[in-house]
């Protein structure tokens, strides 16, 4: 039974971390003010009737710290991959010169970087709620042991552990917020 315990406790901190990770891939997809390959993963094109991602059918590189390149595998997808980014509605103007795609990156704006902070701040909201769940049935289940024989001081010690595993993930959380809030407001 004891054993149990500690299986629910690794389960809880892998979903855990599971979470901290999806919030930092989300949080990769919002723009700093730098050019980042991952600003245009949402992007999908036409590409033999089937949509696909855009870096499935060509490269995607910085140029440097305020522009992308963008490098079709196949020439004809030039046309398609250029609508693709204007139907993304990124608010990204892209440069096709016939060989390849640039993007140039404006600087951000303060009213934008505040927006942009108000996202990362759900984001992380949305992360926490995640952690808080997942800590709520861990305990539940914890609880569903005590029931079935598990000491009373072994349930309120995983408890204990699961409080503190929750409140060092939050903590996580709000460092990897504020190091995000840090870099978009960085001009």
């Known amino acids: 039974m004891v054993d149990d315990i500690k299986l629910y406790m690794d389960d809880a901190k892998e979903r855990m971390q599971k979470a901290l990770v999806h919030l930092e891939n989300e949080l990769v997809k919002i723009r700093a003010g730098k050019a980042s390959p991952a600003m245009l993963e949402t992007v999908?094109?036409?590409y033999?009737?089937?949509?696909?991602?855009?870096?499935?059918?060509?490269?995607?590189?910085?140029?440097?710290a305020r522009s992308l390149v963008i490098q079709p595998w196949e020439k004809k997808m030039i046309d398609v991959i250029e609508k693709a980014i204007f139907a993304a509605n990124l608010g990204l103007t892209p440069i096709n010169n016939g060989e390849v795609i640039r993007i140039n990156i404006p600087p951000l704006t303060e009213e934008r970087r505040l927006a942009l902070v108000k996202q990362v701040k759900h984001e992380g909201e949305i992360a926490k709620v995640s952690i808080r769940n997942i800590r709520r049935e861990t305990i539940d289940e914890i609880k569903k042991l005590q029931k079935q024989?598990?000491?009373?001081?072994?349930?309120?010690?995983?408890?204990?552990?699961?409080?503190?595993?929750?409140?060092?993930?939050?903590?996580k959380?709000?460092?990897?917020?504020?190091?995000?809030?840090?870099?978009?407001?960085?001009?």
């Open 44 to 46: 999908t094109v036409e």
């Open 48 to 64: 033999y009737g089937a949509k696909v991602p855009l870096n499935q059918v060509a490269n995607i590189n910085t140029a440097d």
């Open 149 to 171: 024989g598990v000491a009373e001081d072994e349930v309120k010690h995983a408890e204990e552990e699961m409080q503190k595993l929750t409140e060092n993930f939050t903590k």
């Open 173 to 187: 959380v709000d460092d990897i917020l504020h190091h995000k809030e840090t870099e978009i407001m960085a001009v």
